[in-house]
């Protein structure tokens, strides 16, 4: 069974930091590219970043751009998105997921999802 489990949302106020983690299970975590994606209320869900399985290619939104960084470890499972800079139209979900595909970059090319963390910009 496949579990994706996200950590380290919050509240920050604009400019400030956060990283978040996402740790995968029952899946060979070094086959799989890993994205983060997001959800506001009202909103489709949309791209945020992705990274390939090996590490080696990575893509952004252009609103993460030069803000935010994804990364993984294979050793342990684990993908991490870091943002600076936060602004108030960051604020919400933020999903972790797998996928099969070389750089994904839409929700549909993601085989497996995390359940989300919230994450809260206040101006």
């Known amino acids: 069974q496949v579990q994706l489990v996200e950590s380290g949302g919050g509240l920050v106020q604009a400019g400030g930091s956060l990283r978040l983690s996402c740790t995968a299970s029952g899946l060979t975590f070094g086959y799989y590219a890993m994205g983060w994606l997001r959800q506001a209320p009202g909103n489709e869900r949309e791209f945020v970043a992705a990274?390939?399985?090996?590490?080696?290619?990575?893509s952004y939104a252009n609103s993460a751009k030069g803000r935010f960084t994804i990364s993984r470890d294979n050793a342990e499972n684990t993908v991490y998105l870091q943002m600076n800079s936060l602004k108030p139209e960051d604020t919400a979900v933020y999903y972790c997921a797998g996928s099969r595909s070389w750089v994904p970059t839409t929700s549909r090319e993601y085989d497996y999802w995390g359940q989300g963390t919230q994450v809260t910009v206040s101006s």
């Open positions: 990274i390939k399985w090996s590490g080696g290619g990575v």
